[in-house]
C-alpha cells in the first residue's frame, strides 16, 4: 500500500515543478487524520523532511527551501501537492510523499526530480 506521487522532471535552474501525491484507498476515509510531508534523498545522502503539513493544517520547511516550496493538500481528493519554485541544482533529487497518523506510517514510491544547472 503506496501513496501515488508524480510531476518530477527535469527542469532547469530557476524553473518550476509542482508534485502531486494520492492516498491510498485504504486510508481516504480517513485523509484528513493523518499528517503528510515530502521528504527528499540525494545520492549519497540520507533521506530528509522538505515539507510538511499537519491535520490541522500546521506547516513546516526545511530552511533550504524556505521560501522557495509550498506544501498544501486536498482533503476533499485526499492529495497532497509540493510546490516548488526557483529550483537550484541542490534540489535534485527523489521526492516522496508520507503519510503519518499515530502509527500508521504509508510513503509514495518517489518521483525524481532533476535540476540542472
Known amino acids: 500500500v503506496q501513496l501515488q506521487a508524480s510531476g518530477g522532471g527535469l527542469v532547469q535552474a530557476g524553473g518550476s515543478l509542482r508534485l502531486s501525491c494520492v492516498a491510498p484507498?485504504?486510508?481516504?476515509?480517513?485523509?484528513?487524520?493523518?499528517?503528510m510531508g515530502w521528504y527528499r534523498q540525494a545520492p549519497g545522502s540520507q533521506r530528509e523532511l522538505v515539507a510538511g503539513i499537519s491535520s490541522g493544517g500546521t506547516i513546516n520547511y526545511a530552511d533550504s527551501v524556505k521560501g522557495r516550496f509550498t506544501i498544501s493538500r486536498d482533503n476533499s481528493r485526499k492529495m497532497v501537492y509540493l510546490q516548488m519554485n526557483k529550483l537550484e541544482p541542490e534540489d535534485t533529487a527523489v521526492y516522496y510523499c508520507k503519510a503519518t497518523c499515530d502509527s500508521d506510517d504509508y510513503w509514495g514510491q518517489g518521483t525524481l526530480v532533476t535540476v540542472s544547472s
Open positions: 484507498r485504504r486510508i481516504t476515509s480517513v485523509f484528513s487524520a493523518y499528517d
